[in-house]
Nanobody
């Protein structure tokens, strides 16, 4: 069993930066995929970024490419999302997710979410 706890959300002005962290308890196996989704008010949850725990593959939504960077620290069992050049449309609850296979809305493990608010 894997439990995920996010941190690092907050309020920032447009153009600013935040770094989200997702600490995992339990064992994350080599083949797992970890990543981030977000859900804005009145909208569906959407994919943001993912990384294979093996470190071989990284994926981004088109809306965040070039601004967000996902990374992981295997020794700390932690996944990070560095968010730069933030826009008001990035405002959402950000959820960490993990799965033995591909990362989808049906992924096995989810965190409780952390709020990111970007003011214009």
């Amino acid at each position: 069993q894997v439990q995920l706890v996010e941190s690092g959300g907050g309020l920032v002005q447009a153009g600013g930066s935040l770094r989200l962290s997702c600490a995992a308890s339990g064992h994350i196996f080599f083949g797992y995929t970890m990543g981030w989704f977000r859900q804005a008010p009145g909208k569906e949850r959407e994919f943001v970024a993912a990384i294979r725990w093996s470190g071989g593959s990284i994926y981004y939504a088109d809306s965040v490419k070039g601004r967000f960077t996902i990374s992981r620290d295997s020794a700390k069992n932690t996944v990070y999302l560095q968010m730069n050049s933030l826009k008001p449309e990035d405002t959402a609850v950000y959820y960490c997710a993990g799965d033995p296979g591909a990362l989808t809305l049906g992924s096995r493990y989810w965190g409780q979410g952390t709020q990111v608010s970007v003011s214009s």
